[in-house]
């Protein structure tokens, strides 16, 4: 699955712009994903975005990777309320959520959310 062009152009400016100091041209392409690993510590609420309503049924996973373990599943309806979102290891977007009114959160893999997830990218 494939996410957003949008967020892989903005991955790919952050990442571009972030080690330019860091590393030499010749190896800025050997930049990995952004993975969030299965249990690291929640990212900031980076998104002010209103709550959206889940439109399918998805897990909700421990890191942005379907490697994790599920804290639960999102349902249609839901109200859903995004935080900020990730380069997963396997190459797509995912957003960590809180799935409001069912009290549980976690990641969830973009091409399965509204308005393809979060705009905000979250910090590593």
Not at 8 to 29: E, H, K, T
Not at 42 to 70: E, H, I, K, N
């Amino acid at each position: 699955m494939i996410s957003s062009v949008r967020k892989s152009a903005a991955i790919v400016g952050a990442l571009a712009a972030s080690f330019a100091l860091f590393v030499p041209a010749a190896q800025a392409d050997e930049i990995g994903p952004m993975h969030y690993s299965c249990g690291q510590a929640r990212p900031p609420q980076l998104d002010g975005s209103a709550f959206v309503s889940a439109t399918t049924t998805t897990g909700v996973y421990r890191g942005s990777s379907f490697g994790c373990g599920a804290n639960g599943t999102m349902v249609p309806g839901d109200k859903l309320d995004y935080y900020c979102y990730t380069l997963g290891n396997d190459g797509n977007t995912w957003t960590y959520l809180s799935v409001y009114e069912r009290g549980f959160a976690g990641w969830a893999l973009d091409d399965f959310l509204p308005n393809n997830g979060s705009s905000v990218h979250c910090p590593i």
